[in-house]
């Protein structure tokens, strides 16, 4: 039994629009998302989940099966679940398509997870730059003593008091489901606290579906704003 990777991409994002076709060391900002999932091996090639003509021609250009995708989505994690909806594979690993500098063996681990029982498993990782604490573009997490997620936030989580602070965690943008866990929850409408966030993730917390979070040594978000773009441009080199 294998995982398979959906990349959900859209080119309507308000903050960067068209951001998955952006430049970045010459090639399209989500090219470098899919060569990194493609990196981690866990099964058949990742997939393209779109409904946008540019993004499917981008992604064929570059070897990646696409799968059409209604345009009434409201989320990547909805946008997946059509996709594998169609799929027989027991494990969906949902890679936001911005996410071009993830670590393929982050997914790898994110699978093991899976394959061990978890129903859905998410990365973080402490803030690589402490100044983005307060930052909504960039999502905290806090956890349980086993690892598994309390609530996800834009606002810093949690507040400190004054006692010893818990170390603070980035969420990344990556969910790796059992497939029924997400036809299920991603089958729904989208809850309160998901509404008020802006966070697709607390729909299945809201649904009672436990969250394991992955703590990875490091990692970094994806790529949000044209600071974030300018920043992954100076790691990875030029436009």
């Not at 309507?12 to 076709?21: E, T, V, W």
């Not at 970045?24 to 058949?44: I, M, N, S, V």
């Not at 899976?114 to 997490?141: E, H, I, N, Q």
């Not at 790529?223 to 441009?233: K, M, P």
């Amino acid at each position: 039994m294998h995982c398979q990777v959906v990349i959900p991409a859209r080119l309507g994002s308000q903050r960067l629009p068209r951001k998955a076709l952006l430049p970045l060391a010459g090639k399209p900002l989500l090219q470098h998302t899919w060569e990194r999932a493609r990196a981690a091996d866990l099964g058949p090639l990742p997939i393209v989940a779109t409904d946008d003509a540019d993004i499917a021609a981008a992604a064929r250009a570059f070897g990646a099966p696409v799968a059409w995708t209604s345009p009434a989505h409201r989320c990547g994690s909805e946008r997946v679940a059509e996709v594998a909806a169609r799929l027989d594979a027991p494990w969906i690993v949902n890679v936001q398509g911005d996410e071009a500098l993830l670590a393929p063996d982050a997914l790898v681990r994110l699978a093991e997870r899976l394959r061990a029982g978890d129903a859905m498993a998410t990365p973080a990782a402490p803030f690589p730059d402490p100044s983005r604490v307060s930052d909504p573009a960039w999502v905290k997490v806090v956890c349980d003593q086993n690892d598994r997620a309390l609530y996800f936030s834009r606002s810093p989580i949690p507040f400190v008091s004054g006692a010893a602070a818990a170390e603070p965690l980035v969420h990344l943008g990556i969910y790796a489901f059992r497939r029924e866990t997400l036809l299920d929850v991603y089958r729904r409408e989208p809850t309160p606290l998901e509404r008020s966030e802006g966070l697709e993730q607390l729909r299945a917390l809201e649904h009672g579906v436990p969250i394991r979070v992955l703590r990875l040594a490091s990692g970094e978000p994806g790529i949000n704003t044209i600071e974030d773009l300018e920043r992954a441009r100076a790691r990875l080199g030029g436009a």
